[in-house]
Nanobody, 123 residues
Framework: VQLQASGGGLVQAGGSLRLSCVASGRTFSTYTVGWFRQAPGKEREFVAA????????YYADAVKGRFAISRDNAKNTLYLQMSSLKPEDTALYYCVADPRRGPYYSDLMYDYWGQGTLVTVSS
């Protein structure tokens, strides 16, 4: 599976962005998928993940109530709708996928990674 993330950009605090991640491969619909992020000078951290059927999403506490993860298996696409953005959400966002039946919080559980899309939130 190859992943291509897009949708990042510069937004003011309080604004919204929607990230997309298009996957190649016919087995995408059976994969657990998610998002991680890495801010400058910080470790990579979990953001959100969802199972292959799109139920039971997991979220990091820092984004609960503001971000929503979803997937469209017919389009082989994963989304992250981000609202009420804060400067601390500034980071490079990576989409991930794995054939195991998650979702999982640990980045060690995801075999496939996209190239990242940069989100910058100005104050």
């Amino acid at each position: 599976v190859q992943l291509q993330a897009s949708g990042g950009g510069l937004v003011q605090a309080g604004g919204s962005l929607r990230l997309s991640c298009v996957a190649s491969g016919r087995t995408f619909s059976t994969y657990t998928v998610g998002w991680f992020r890495q801010a400058p000078g910080k470790e990579r951290e979990f953001v959100a993940a969802v199972s292959w059927i799109g139920s039971n999403p997991y979220y990091a506490d820092a984004v609960k109530g503001r971000f929503a993860i979803s997937r469209d298996n017919a389009k082989n696409t994963l989304y992250l709708q981000m609202s009420s953005l804060k400067p601390e959400d500034t980071a490079l966002y990576y989409c991930v996928a794995d054939p195991r039946r998650g979702p999982y919080y640990s980045d060690l559980m995801y075999d496939y990674w996209g190239q990242g899309t940069l989100v910058t939130v100005s104050s």
